[in-house]
């Protein structure tokens, strides 16, 4: 039996060896002819993967299963997962699968699913469950072949951002990730003064692992943009569709505030009225922001795939979320891809003749939290979510677009479930410390109620 486990909201993923076994990427590939069937889509699959250790055997297993079942697979090889999305609007293939961890540690691996140029989901993915323990698949053989797609990635990024008005001097922090495959050539085609950090492709993740969500990660980023004098450090998960960001002082700029840098300019550029879509986690600046800038803002659930259907539904030209996930439909395929966003606020920098920094300057700067990530086991978070929404509910406004988030005066503050890890997601953001301090103690003193240690997990 494949575990059901690692079926998620919006990928597959699980530790390899435990749950997610070189079985399981097998029937993946067996049953995903059936989906595309059932879906109306038939034709090649193009399939990537990181650079995590288990990733080639996982490769091996899942192309067995798609050409088992008859199905012919273009392998763009070990790339960043935006270069998997990329190659579905310039590869001959119908659907396409990333093998990934993403920001997980390096034990964890999985499957970001596409069928067409849009991501498999929700009911996509629990029916690729329910078709893989059905077991009735398809035979016959398919086809491998390999496609070296980089260079054209780089070509096409190069080409929409075009040159640079002007020199700037960055760190991009690649932590040993995915992104190290691409970011160098990437920036030197850009013309940028780039210093590289980590930018040696190893998936065990030696020297820091690639969440830029969280401080601890970003320490040697901020160290060298101060050292080296540079105007902005940069850097991006295991993954590359994620991206961190420091301003010149070496101060973290969180994904919200980063995502106003975007909406301001393509708001600027294209024309008020539109959407912008933002995750529940995001702060109420960039709400307030998006608005006094002309646009309007959206709240929405957290997760890559849900953020781009609700894109598709609002003709939104760009979505982001606080883990760094930003979308652009305006230049741009609509998927998250770090490496495009960073070149973009290049390019924003620089016709800008100003520094990230200034940019900001007007925003006001509210006290926050960045995101706090507790231990709570798979079988039990989901309850202790709707615990929390009915007992705040009965005391404050909230918003139950995904998890809780609790309106107080001068402040709010988040619990959510994750869709990859066994853990709860907290965000508090106020008008002042003080308040801050008393909005959190109150949702941690109800979870440790409920018997949740709220210390932030390590290594998360």
Same mark, same amino acid.
């Given at each position: 039996?494949?575990?059901?486990?690692?079926?998620?909201?919006?990928?597959?993923?699980?530790?390899?060896?435990?749950?997610?076994?070189?079985?399981?990427?097998?029937?993946?590939?067996?049953?995903?002819?059936?989906?595309?069937?059932?879906?109306?889509?038939?034709?090649?699959?193009?399939?990537?993967?990181?650079?995590?250790?288990?990733?080639?055997?996982?490769?091996?297993?899942?192309?067995?299963?798609?050409?088992?079942?008859?199905?012919?697979?273009?392998?763009?090889?070990?790339?960043?997962?935006?270069?998997?999305?990329?190659?579905?609007?310039?590869?001959?293939?119908?659907?396409?699968?990333?093998?990934?961890?993403?920001?997980?540690?390096?034990?964890?691996?999985?499957?970001?699913?596409?069928?067409?140029?849009?991501?498999?989901?929700?009911?996509?993915?629990?029916?690729?469950?329910?078709?893989?323990?059905?077991?009735?698949?398809?035979?016959?053989?398919?086809?491998?072949?390999?496609?070296?797609?980089?260079?054209?990635?780089?070509?096409?990024?190069?080409?929409?951002?075009?040159?640079?008005?002007?020199?700037?001097?960055?760190?991009?922090?690649?932590?040993?990730?995915?992104?190290?495959?691409?970011?160098?050539?990437?920036?030197?085609?850009?013309?940028?003064?780039?210093?590289?950090?980590?930018?040696?492709?190893?998936?065990?993740?030696?020297?820091?692992?690639?969440?830029?969500?969280?401080?601890?990660?970003?320490?040697? !980023?901020? +160290?060298? %943009?101060?050292?080296?004098? &540079?105007?902005?450090?940069?850097?991006? #998960?295991?993954?590359? $569709? @994620?991206?961190?960001?420091?301003?010149?002082?070496?101060?973290?700029?969180?994904?919200?505030?980063?995502?106003?840098?975007?909406?301001?300019?393509?708001?600027?550029?294209?024309?008020?009225?539109?959407?912008?879509?933002?995750?529940?986690?995001?702060?109420?600046?960039?709400?307030?922001?998006?608005?006094?800038?002309?646009?309007?803002?959206?709240?929405?659930?957290?997760?890559?795939?849900?953020?781009?259907?609700?894109?598709?539904?609002?003709?939104?030209?760009?979505?982001?979320?606080?883990?760094?996930?930003?979308?652009?439909?305006?230049?741009?395929?609509?998927?998250?891809?770090?490496?495009?966003?960073?070149?973009?606020?290049?390019?924003?920098?620089?016709?800008?003749?100003?520094?990230?920094?200034? !940019?900001? +300057?007007? %925003?006001?700067?509210?006290? &926050?939290?960045?995101?706090?990530?507790? #231990?709570?086991?798979? $079988? @039990?978070?989901?309850?202790?979510?709707?615990?929390?929404?009915?007992?705040?509910?009965?005391?404050?406004?909230?918003?139950?677009?995904?998890?809780?988030?609790?309106?107080?005066?001068?402040?709010?503050?988040?619990?959510?479930?994750?869709?990859?890890?066994?853990?709860?997601?907290?965000?508090?953001?106020?008008?002042?410390?003080?308040?801050?301090?008393?909005?959190?103690?109150?949702?941690?003193?109800?979870?440790?109620?409920?018997?949740?240690?709220?210390?932030?997990?390590?290594?998360?």
């Amino acid at each position: 039996m494949i575990a059901s486990g690692i079926f998620r909201q919006y990928d597959i993923r699980g530790i390899y060896g435990k749950d997610l076994t070189v079985e399981a990427a097998e029937a993946i590939g067996r049953a995903y002819p059936l989906v595309m069937a059932e879906r109306g889509v038939s034709g090649a699959v193009a399939v990537g993967r990181d650079n995590r250790p288990s990733g080639k055997a996982l490769r091996d297993a899942l192309v067995q299963g798609l050409t088992a079942s008859g199905v012919d697979v273009i392998d763009v090889g070990e790339v960043p997962t935006p270069l998997l999305y990329w190659s579905l609007h310039h590869l001959p293939v119908a659907a396409g699968i990333q093998i990934t961890g993403s920001h997980n540690p390096p034990e964890y691996n999985g499957f970001k699913c596409c069928i067409g140029t849009g991501s498999l989901h929700g009911e996509g993915i629990t029916r690729l469950r329910d078709l893989i323990h059905a077991g009735a698949f398809p035979a016959g053989q398919g086809t491998v072949r390999h496609e070296a797609i980089v260079d054209r990635y780089v070509t096409d990024i190069v080409a929409r951002i075009g040159p640079l008005p002007r020199d700037l001097k960055v760190v991009i922090d690649c932590g040993n990730g995915a992104g190290a495959i691409v970011a160098p050539q990437l920036f030197a085609a850009l013309g940028v003064q780039a210093t590289m950090l980590f930018a040696e492709s190893d998936g065990t993740f030696p020297n820091h692992h690639p969440d830029p969500t969280v401080e601890a990660n970003l320490q040697d !980023l901020i +160290a060298s %943009v101060r050292s080296t004098g &540079s105007q902005l450090g940069i850097g991006f #998960d295991g993954d590359a $569709d @994620r991206i961190g960001l420091v301003d010149e002082e070496g101060t973290i700029v969180w994904g919200d505030y980063l995502l106003l840098l975007y909406a301001r300019d393509v708001l600027a550029r294209t024309g008020t009225g539109q959407s912008i879509i933002f995750d529940v986690k995001c702060s109420q600046a960039l709400a307030d922001g998006i608005t006094q800038a002309g646009g309007t803002p959206v709240m929405w659930k957290t997760g890559h795939s849900l953020i781009k259907d609700k894109m598709k539904a609002l003709h939104a030209p760009i979505a982001g979320e606080m883990s760094g996930h930003m979308f652009f439909t305006e230049g741009f395929y609509g998927h998250d891809d770090a490496l495009y966003a960073a070149a973009r606020l290049l390019r924003i920098v620089a016709d800008a003749k100003r520094s990230v920094k200034a !940019l900001l +300057a007007d %925003v006001p700067r509210l006290v &926050s939290t960045p995101e706090l990530r507790i #231990d709570c086991a798979d $079988d @039990r978070k989901e309850g202790v979510v709707r615990d929390a929404l009915a007992h705040f509910r009965a005391r404050y406004p909230v918003s139950d677009v995904d998890g809780v988030r609790i309106l107080f005066d001068g402040g709010w503050g988040l619990i959510r479930s994750s869709n990859t890890q066994p853990i709860l997601v907290m965000r508090f953001e106020a008008d002042s410390a003080a308040r801050l301090a008393t909005i959190r103690g109150e949702v941690e003193a109800w979870l440790t109620g409920q018997g949740i240690d709220v210390t932030p997990g390590v290594g998360h």
